[in-house]
């Protein structure tokens, strides 16, 4: 289990994770990198398995989705980490998720939207991870930004309310300070991060990995499908 946490704005998006990952034998090391940038367009993370077929996560999705068009990331992977959970025995299988964060438009030369996308077995109908809504299939989630000033989204091991409150809170305060500054974001995405590992008994590590995507840096971004 690890936490990903995404802030999603109409200037820039930033990300944070731990580096957390548990053997079966129960040994834990802080040494996996689980958020990467999607073909300049998406800051992603993923929770749940992190190797498959020996490899690690982000080299699996880049294996994926190498020569893919842009357009179609999201239904390539859809497909294959669906096709790979197919072979996995029904009582082995876990909560998995993909959270990408980022900039595309929604239909051919149509208006770039700041967006979510949640790719996972464990969402219920609003896009919230959880391990009790764990599910066959895999579901995909769009979220547009829409007219919201900002939104906060996880997946992983659940932050605690008050948590979230405080992180909610304070993202509200630096996009409305700073708007276009995803330095601002930074303090309480790893605050958020380091409070959620506290009350984890272990399962969330405290080394964190932060990254961050200016809308301005975005080349030209395609569509979602």
């Known amino acids: 289990m690890t936490e990903i ?3 999603l704005t109409d200037k820039y998006v930033a990300l944070v994770s731990d580096r957390r990952v548990t053997w079966e034998d129960g040994t834990q090391e802080d040494t996996d990198t689980k958020t990467f940038n999607l073909f300049g367009q998406f800051l992603m993370g993923f ?4 190797r498959i077929g020996g490899f690690r996560m982000e080299r699996w999705v880049a294996d994926v989705l190498r020569g893919v068009p842009t357009e179609e990331y999201f239904n390539v992977l859809f497909r294959e ?8 025995r029904r009582s082995e299988r876990k909560p998995q998720a993909f959270l990408a964060t980022g900039y595309a438009s929604l239909q051919p030369g149509g208006r770039v939207h700041p967006m979510n996308v ?19 299939e895999f579901t995909a989630y769009m979220e547009p930004l829409g007219n919201r000033r900002q939104v906060v ?12 409150q405080i992180l909610e809170h304070k ?4 996009t409305k300070a700073d708007p276009s500054n995803p ?26 990995l932060l990254a961050s995507l200016p809308r301005c840096a975005v080349p030209s971004p395609g569509m979602v499908t």
């Open 5 to 7: 946490i995404s802030v």
């Open 118 to 136: 949640v790719i996972s077995n464990s969402i219920d109908r609003e896009g919230n991870f959880s391990r009790s809504a764990l599910q066959r």
């Open 153 to 164: 989204r996880s997946v992983g091991y659940p932050m605690p309310q008050k948590v979230r």
């Open 183 to 208: 330095e601002r974001a930074a303090g309480p995405l790893v605050y958020a991060l380091r409070e959620t590992a506290e009350k984890s008994d272990g399962w969330v590590g405290k080394a964190a």
């Open 171 to 174: 993202i509200r305060m630096v």
């Open 81 to 88: 980490i669906g096709a790979v959970f197919n072979q996995i």
């Open 47 to 50: 929770t749940g398995f992190a």
